[in-house]
């Protein structure tokens, strides 16, 4: 039987050459046509860029204009309380779970963000209504309960015939004056007797 020669391979070695032919052509990357076509592809990227910002910016604007319509809803529900932290309370507790839905459903999360963040800043503006409305609801009150109090103490004070009766009327009238005095920091000057 014939012997087949057989190869037996020797130690290889990583190299640093690459196969084939190598030239000292040089070309310069500013003087090809893809160079040519590089600002024009510049600005197109920038346009769809642009596009998308703008777009979820306007999705983002149309999500919280109806987030502030529910907001000035529970706000307008809340003009009468007079007890600030409560109406914060019943505003939060009502309108958290309504954003966080909102924006749960939102696929991009760069419109999240962008709502989000909107959110917070309109939060402030929020808290600063509802403790307007408060204040301001406070104050009505207040002078409703004075009024209704003086109101039924001149009633007294004319109808009774007792001095006595009379001086006491006319003491709560005074002492009345002076709590919703010091309840609205009105000063001396408003119950100065003339």
Request: neutral net charge; charged residues 30%; hydrophobic residues 30%.
């Amino acid at each position: 039987m014939p012997k087949i020669p057989t190869f037996t391979a020797g130690r290889t070695e990583m190299t640093t050459q690459a196969s084939g032919v190598t030239s000292n052509i040089q070309i310069s990357p500013n003087s090809t046509i893809a160079s040519a076509l590089l600002p024009a592809t510049d600005a197109i990227t920038n346009y769809a860029v642009k596009k998308r910002d703008a777009t979820e910016k306007l999705e983002a604007q149309k999500i919280v204009l109806e987030l502030k319509a529910e907001s000035d809803k529970i706000k307008h529900s809340q003009k009468d309380n007079i007890n600030e932290s409560e109406a914060i309370d019943i505003f939060k507790r009502e309108f958290d779970p309504l954003v966080q839905k909102t924006v749960g459903n939102l696929k991009n999360k760069r419109v999240q963000k962008l709502v989000n963040d909107q959110m917070l800043l309109e939060n402030a503006e929020n808290v600063y209504t509802l403790k307007k409305q408060s204040f301001e609801a406070f104050e009505k009150e207040s002078v409703r309960v004075y009024n209704d109090t003086q109101s039924s103490n001149i009633g007294k004070y004319k109808t009774s015939d007792d001095p006595k009766l009379k001086e006491k009327y006319k003491s709560e009238l005074y002492r009345a004056a002076e709590i919703y005095n010091d309840a609205h920091n009105l000063g001396e000057n408003d119950l100065k007797k003339e």
